[in-house]
């Protein structure tokens, strides 16, 4: 017969084995998440750059070179295309900004170029791989290059952003309002809207003065009739009715109905003056008297990188890739040549 001791004992066994066993009622302690490991080299995904286009290579690892049309003397230069684009990032930002923020620009400038050369060759109508007419390629003015440029661009010396190993589509604007858009909607994209274009915060609220915050215009109705024919192909009759159709995702009006037709925002825009309709983010519309008077926040079509944002990230300490990254998702940096 087991003795009232033996019974104690054996019971405090069977607990002490309990516990050393970790049983499911006893407290685990907190874990602490495993380092990243790095994986070993021959299992890293290497990323292959794309290929400079042959129409300006000068061989592997070498910077190009570039016909640029010099549009203001109707002539052709050839320049080396960091050359090139310290007259670009002058031109599309202000020369005394953050080094950081005209660095990004710099690094979405060149992949821009490289896109448009693969793509369609340049600007072969003025037979030139770039222009310096904005409504041809980009911005371009070496009157403005600083050291400021200069420090930016050489910082970023043939860096690139690619999304599977082929340069991006690397739109940029001037101002997003409160965030950024969807190609289709800010650009009326018609593929579909790449993976690394994604509405994000345009992170410029702190920095951005009211005065280029915010507009307002005004357009005589014979105007609206007139682009709405030329973008639709209908006439909408004299002009009684503008009311906004339709929105995207990101609250930037898509479509436009004027009397019954229907027209797409981003083509308004351009048929009214990208300068005066800065932009597709309207909060008020109305007819007044012979005027369509509309106004909203943004400056551009809102696509890829806020320029005000990138300036407002790099006054936080934000790097010039952290910016890049920030505006074009699952993207990667690669440097093209040395």
């Known amino acids: 017969m087991v003795s ?4 104690l004992v054996g019971l405090l066994l069977v607990l002490l084995l309990l516990l050393l066993s ?5 407290r685990q302690p907190e874990l602490t998440p495993a380092p990243f490991l790095e994986p070993k080299a021959d299992q890293q995904r290497q990323a292959s750059p794309p290929a400079i286009p042959a129409e300006i290579s000068q061989g592997a690892n070498q910077e190009p070179k570039l016909r640029v049309f010099i549009a203001e003397r109707n002539q052709i230069r050839t320049m080396n295309m960091e050359e090139y684009l310290q007259g670009v990032v002058a031109a599309e930002m202000d020369p005394d900004w953050p080094i950081d923020a005209l660095a990004a620009q710099a690094i979405i400038a060149r992949t821009f170029t490289l896109h448009k050369i693969e793509e369609f060759g340049g600007v072969p109508q003025r037979n030139a791989h770039a222009s310096t007419d904005i409504r041809e390629f980009q911005a371009y003015d070496a009157a ?11 910082k970023t010396r043939g860096q690139v952003l690619v999304h599977n190993n082929q ?3 690397a739109w940029f604007h001037a101002y997003a309002g409160p965030r950024t858009a969807l190609a289709r ?6 593929g579909p809207n790449p993976p690394y274009i994604q509405i994000v915060d345009s992170m410029a609220g702190a920095v951005i003065p009211a005065e280029e915050k915010n507009f307002t215009a005004s ?10 024919r030329q973008i639709v192909g209908r006439d909408p009759g004299k002009v009684t009715r503008v009311e ?3 929105k995207g995702p990101s609250g930037r009006v898509t479509r436009f109905r004027v009397n019954d037709l229907e027209v797409s925002a981003p ?4 048929a009214l003056g990208s300068t005066v309709m800065r932009a597709t983010f309207i909060n008020r519309l109305s007819i007044e008297g012979n005027n369509l008077v509309m106004s909203g926040t943004g400056y551009g079509h809102g696509v890829g990188m806020c320029q005000w944002g990138a300036k407002g990230l790099a006054e936080k300490g934000r790097n010039a890739a952290e910016i890049a990254k920030y505006y074009y998702r699952n993207v990667e940096i690669i440097k093209m040549w040395n």
């Open 4 to 7: 009232r001791k033996q019974l």
């Open 22 to 26: 970790g049983c499911p009622f006893r």
């Open 144 to 154: 403005r290059i600083n050291e400021n440029v200069r420090a930016a661009v050489e």
């Open 219 to 228: 357009f005589p109705l014979y105007r609206i009739r007139t682009a709405t």
């Open 167 to 169: 340069f991006i589509r």
């Open 244 to 246: 906004i159709a339709q």
């Open 267 to 270: 083509e308004l825009r351009l």
């Open 185 to 190: 909607e800010g650009l009326g994209f018609k």
